[in-house]
């Protein structure tokens, strides 16, 4: 168990590093568009993006991305090189022609969408330059994928870094510019051109020399099994867009755009935080692959526990901070027109380890070629979503969007979890989450005392300081985490370059 321990830690560490640089980007980039634009303009922007976006389910139809992941690390394993060159070109050419199709229907059309969705046609050409971003970014998360099925964790992790990097550069140089709200449209189209130059000559060169990434002579019994696995998946991301874009839809049709606006400062705020925090199992997926093809289930068991209370350690105590102080993060983040979106923050702050939870989940089924039990539970969630969304939108704006969000997630981690302990015969270890979450409301009601009571902001960050060292020192003391799993992986750590 201690290789595939160290493999995921490994894989952790440095997506870890490279999430919480990206989200750093994300939230430059935010603070950027919301000092230069009005809430009712930073609404558009996303209500735009969302649009589009939704239709990214259908990029590739029933061969998604992540079958990259699981497939490349299994024939690699079996040395089956041919196998992994028809699979990369299959899906490139299925997802590049997909992407140009669907992107090329929003062009074309950008006017009539620009008019119906937005009630305006002077929108269209912020719709064309967002449709031309859309065909061309799927090449490049495509070799993302390529890299995670290989295991190259240093070029996933650059990969991952430069298309925000460059979108926030860009973005920065266009705004400067005076290009107005146009900056980021114009600067998601270079971004995604140029992470792809870069990242497409490291593939060819450092990782798998394969100059043609396109066929029009497809394997049918490759595409067969693909499909056979992929085909939930496709239902899987057509029921996780819900969580990320339809809440923008629904709010710039049942709201307003200033919704929409407040809504893209809430949602991101706590989407970044369980995207670090979970990015364990952006490489948990091939090394579940692998215990599976073993039949190791006792391995899979022992990684889900340990998963499970290393997430509620470190996610707990953020969704604490982030409850208590929401007005303040929207104030220093967005400015104090957002701190309207303070309440929604609160509700969906308290999603955070769900969501955390069920993309853990989620890596097992996935692993284990299990995705139709995924489809079961998140088709509820994503139905639960959507018709709380209709129901309470129009009554509370932007906070009913968040609890429909919450709602849906704490259904589907229960469903979920209801699964995973059937299949893998899981214990649970009630007890140590027991001390996690009475040692996190200890946490909670001495923060909040001292937020009460200490006016002097300085003084006031020094005690919660000392709070969270505390905390640290008690998981310690009540053998939550145990001294002997940190000296485990001390070497590791110390023999990174």
Do not use: C
Not at 51 to 70: A, E, M, N, Q, R
Not at 255 to 279: E, F, H, Q, R
Not at 403 to 431: E, N, P, R, T
């Amino acid at each position: 168990m201690a290789g595939y321990s160290k493999r995921i830690v490994e894989g952790a560490f440095f997506v870890t590093i490279s999430s919480i640089i990206i989200a750093i980007l994300g939230y430059l980039l935010r603070l950027v568009l919301a000092r230069n634009l009005s809430v009712e303009e930073y609404g558009l922007v996303y209500a735009i993006i969302s649009l589009v976006t939704i239709f990214s389910i259908f990029v590739g139809f029933t061969v998604p991305p992540v079958s990259l992941v699981k497939y490349i690390s299994e024939f690699k394993t079996k040395g089956e090189t041919e196998k992994i060159k028809k699979l990369i070109r299959i899906i490139y050419t299925f997802h590049f022609v997909s992407a140009f199709l669907i992107g090329s229907i929003f062009i074309i059309f950008s006017k009539t969408i620009s008019k119906g969705y937005l009630g305006s046609e002077k929108y269209f050409i912020l719709i064309i330059l967002y449709s031309i971003f859309f065909i061309i970014v799927p090449l490049f998360s495509l070799l993302k994928d390529i890299f995670r099925g290989f295991q190259k964790i240093n070029y996933y992790t650059w990969a991952n870094i430069s298309q925000p990097f460059f979108l926030l550069i860009f973005t920065l140089l266009f705004v400067s510019l005076d290009y107005g709200i146009s900056s980021v449209f114009i600067a998601y189209i270079l971004s995604a051109f140029s992470s792809l130059i870069i990242f497409y000559f490291i593939f060819i060169k450092k990782v798998f020399n394969l100059k043609n990434l396109f066929t029009l002579n497809f394997d049918k019994s490759l595409i067969k099994n693909i499909s056979g696995f992929a085909f939930p998946l496709f239902l899987v991301a057509l029921f996780d867009i819900v969580y990320g874009r339809l809440d923008s839809i629904l709010l710039s049709k049942l709201a307003s755009l200033k919704d929409v606006g407040l809504y893209n400062a809430a949602y991101p705020t706590v989407s970044s935080i369980w995207g670090i925090v979970s990015s364990v199992v952006v490489f948990l997926i091939p090394i579940i692959s692998e215990i599976s093809a073993k039949e190791e289930y006792n391995k899979i068991r022992l990684t889900v526990n340990t998963l499970y209370k290393y997430a509620l350690v470190l996610v707990l105590p953020i969704m604490t901070f982030i409850f208590l102080f929401s007005e303040s993060v929207l104030n220093i983040l967005f400015g104090n027109e957002y701190i309207a979106a303070a309440t929604a923050l609160k509700i969906l702050s308290l999603g955070i380890i769900m969501q955390v939870l069920i993309r853990i989940n989620n890596a097992v089924f996935i692993g284990n070629a299990n995705t139709k039990i995924m489809v079961k539970f998140l088709m509820v969630g994503s139905i639960l979503n959507i018709f709380l969304n209709l129901l309470l939108i129009p009554i509370m704006g932007l906070n009913g969007a968040a609890i429909a969000m919450v709602s849906s997630f704490f259904v589907m981690l229960s469903i979920s979890m209801v699964f995973l302990k059937k299949q893998f015969k899981l214990k649970w270890d009630i007890l140590i989450y027991i001390k996690i979450i009475l040692l996190n409301i200890l946490v909670y009601f001495l923060i909040l005392f001292l937020k009460s009571y200490i006016n002097n902001p300085i003084l006031l960050l020094i005690l919660i300081v000392i709070v969270g060292l505390t905390y640290m020192l008690s998981i310690l003391y009540l053998n939550i985490i145990k001294i002997d799993e940190i000296k485990r992986y001390i070497p590791f750590f110390k023999n990174k370059r």
